[in-house]
């Protein structure tokens, strides 16, 4: 089945991460998703035309834990990966003076970034 993105989609849902049979996380906590619109990325292959998907998740107490912006070419392949980590992560505070994106009220700070193997070469 195909996956269609449209801008203005959202959902909302849950996902449990299990780690072993004795560790698990994310239960409870809902995890949020909206493809936000278009937006040119620059990359070693060139510029493409993608569709940014943000997906969110808030901890119980409703503080901000995890951010995540996935930029997706027509394709359909992310060519473009940013991780972001609300005032609920344990390093937070260590993130302070990098760049932040504003989401739902909340300042989130920038973990890491991630460029796919498709996104440093040129596209045929």
């Known amino acids: 089945m195909s996956l ?3 801008t203005g989609d959202t959902w909302t ?3 449990v991460y299990r780690c072993g049979p004795e560790k698990t996380r994310g239960e409870g906590q809902a995890h949020h998703g909206a493809v936000d619109g278009p937006f040119e990325v620059s990359a070693p292959a060139g510029k493409m035309l993608c569709l940014r998907e943000t997906w969110w998740v808030f901890a119980r107490d409703g503080r901000g834990l995890t951010l995540a912006e996935l930029y997706v ?3 359909g392949r992310t060519v473009y990966f940013r991780r972001f ?3 609920a992560y344990h390093n937070y505070e260590k993130l302070a003076g990098n ?3 504003e989401h739902e009220g909340i300042a989130w700070r920038l973990w890491y970034e991630c460029l796919p193997d498709i996104a440093l070469a040129p596209r045929q």
């Open 4 to 6: 269609r993105l449209r």
């Open 13 to 15: 849902g849950h996902e």
């Open 73 to 75: 070419a027509q394709d």
């Open 85 to 87: 980590n609300g005032p």
């Open 99 to 101: 760049p932040e994106r």
